[in-house]
T-cell receptor, first 109, second 112 residues
Framework: GQQLNQSPQSMFIQEGEDVSMNCTSSSIFNTWLWYKQDPGEGPVLLIALYKAGELTSNGRLTAQFGITRKDSFLNISASIPSDVGIYFC?????????FGTGTSLTVIP | SAVISQKPSRDICQRGTSLTIQCQVDSQVTMMFWYRQQPGQSLTLIATANQGSEATYESGFVIDKFPISRPNLTFSTLTVSNMSPEDSSIYLCSDSTGTTAFFGQGTRLTVV
């Protein structure tokens, strides 16, 4: 199946710093989603984007649906230790969802 | 969003045996999916579980190895058959509203 290119693969940051990660695809998507996965858990939906150019926030998280519909980014401001985890983007095409390769985030107190 | 309960949450199985994973959703949903997540990897779609008909499998996955049932709009099972150590993964059940997807907590399977 199709897989989205997500970068960076991993990040090590100091508590309080801002974080930015992005996802690109060769295909157009109708929806972009961002998930966080903690160890031993399933992915939890953070933000859903439904329109090209849409910018949506959820607390300290902000995500944008790229104008070309082939990319999306997620920003986390003022990171805290509980932001640690793996972040996945996902694009929807029809009834199917395709997932990014993941960004592992480590926050150093 | 619907609440998705998956069980077992983890299991250690002998090679050659089979394990059935159950997925229960607390409301009727149109679409249910099964994914595999190998250690340190992203999610790979195994199949779409269709209510009242055979599941739709992705390339590389076959019914004999991963039989799926979906007897109603709130329940599905995935069986991992004739297991080998290569089947050690997290298996995730998901439902979809059509525009977003939600996940169960996953089943961590170790085959020894």
């Amino acid at each position: 199946g199709q897989q989205l290119n997500q970068s960076p693969q991993s990040m090590f940051i100091q508590e309080g710093e801002d974080v930015s990660m992005n996802c690109t695809s060769s295909s157009i998507f109708n929806t972009w989603l961002w998930y966080k996965q903690d160890p031993g858990e399933g992915p939890v939906l953070l933000i859903a984007l439904y329109k090209a150019g849409e910018l949506t926030s959820n607390g300290r998280l902000t995500a944008q649906f790229g104008i070309t519909r082939k990319d999306s980014f997620l920003n986390i401001s003022a990171s805290i230790p509980s932001d640690v985890g793996i972040y996945f983007c996902a694009g929807r095409s029809g009834n199917q969802f395709y997932f990014g390769t993941g960004t592992s985030l480590t926050v150093i107190p | 969003s619907a609440v998705i309960s998956q069980k077992p949450s983890r299991d250690i199985c002998q090679r050659g045996t089979s394990l059935t994973i159950q997925c229960q959703v607390d409301s009727q949903v149109t679409m249910m999916f099964w994914y595999r997540q190998q250690p340190g990897q992203s999610l790979t779609l195994i199949a779409t579980a269709n209510q009242g008909s055979e599941a739709t499998y992705e390339s590389g996955f076959v019914i004999d190895k991963f039989p799926i049932s979906r007897p109603n709009l709130t329940f599905s099972t995935l069986t991992v058959s004739n297991m080998s150590p290569e089947d050690s993964s997290i298996y995730l059940c998901s439902d979809s509203t059509g525009t977003t997807a939600f996940f169960g907590q996953g089943t961590r399977l170790t085959v020894v």
